[in-house]
């Protein structure tokens, strides 16, 4: 009951953030702010994946065992699926991380009719609808690998699982950077040569790896904090 009314919190949280960016255009008489608009649909991208993903994967064996493949042929196309999604997963995870980046207010404007206070409710909204959904996805996922990986852990989460988390919260982190200061987007991997180009002659800039390490390692612990805990509380609930 505890996971659900979680689940529902997100998806509240989310559709809060869109009528306050709707209303901001509609009382105050402001352009409608757009790429807002974008970036809640795209950071709750990643949530509608993990679910559909896990989803998917519990109805595959099932299908599976209709079709004429030998047991290890399912095996390894169970695998198959897991690993393509996991892949597509991570690729949009740091979008829902990134909407951190929106408290910067670049939206306003000089000589806004918008009070002050307005925008920082709505910005703080934004953010935590963001910041929901990365844990949302992020303990959807975690809890999958527990299940394919460590189906017999009992009252602690297992290490391996907490590893799995780290390395995507510090990828999350990554895709955040890359997406503020070097306007990529989850889909230019189709172009990795150019991104890695791209991405070294940033670094070797003065000053731009000291300022890339910092921004990745405070959004990071930033992530971790919120997170350990939440996943711990809603552990607890799914084993009780």
């Known amino acids: 009951m505890a996971v659900l009314v979680a689940c529902i919190a997100v998806v509240l949280l989310n559709i809060y953030a869109i009528v306050l960016v709707r209303l901001r255009s509609a009382v105050y008489g402001v352009p409608l ?14 949530v509608l994946v993990s679910l559909v993903a896990v989803a998917g994967l519990l109805g595959l064996p099932a299908l599976l065992s209709l ?12 695998w198959v699926y897991v690993v393509v999604g996991a892949i597509v997963w991570v690729l949009l995870f740091p979008n829902s991380i990134y909407l951190i980046t929106e408290l910067n207010f670049s939206h306003r404007r000089d000589g806004d009719p918008v009070p002050l206070w307005y925008d920082i409710v709505q910005t703080l909204t934004l953010t935590l609808s963001g910041i929901a959904n990365a844990v949302l996805s992020l303990a959807v996922v975690q ?12 009252g602690a989460v297992p290490a391996s699982s907490w590893a799995l988390a780290a390395v995507i919260i510090v990828l999350g982190a990554v895709g ?57 509380l809603g552990f607890g609930a799914l084993a009780a």
């Not at 890695?196 to 003065?206: E, F, M, T």
């Not at 971790?224 to 996943?231: D, E, F, M, S």
């Open 67 to 78: 079709t004429a493949l030998r047991p290890r042929a399912a095996a390894v196309a169970v």
């Open 143 to 154: 809890t999958a690998f527990l299940v394919l990986v460590e189906p017999n852990a009992i």
């Open 33 to 46: 702010y757009r790429p807002m608009l974008l970036n809640i649909g795209l950071s709750f991208v990643p």
């Open 176 to 232: 955040v950077y890359l997406g503020r200061y070097l306007r990529f987007n989850s889909w230019d991997v189709r172009h990795p040569v150019s991104l890695l180009r791209k991405l070294r002659a940033h670094l070797r800039q003065r000053g731009k790896a000291l300022e890339a390490g910092g921004f990745v390692l405070t959004h990071a612990v930033l992530i971790a904090l919120i997170y350990v805990p939440t996943y711990l």
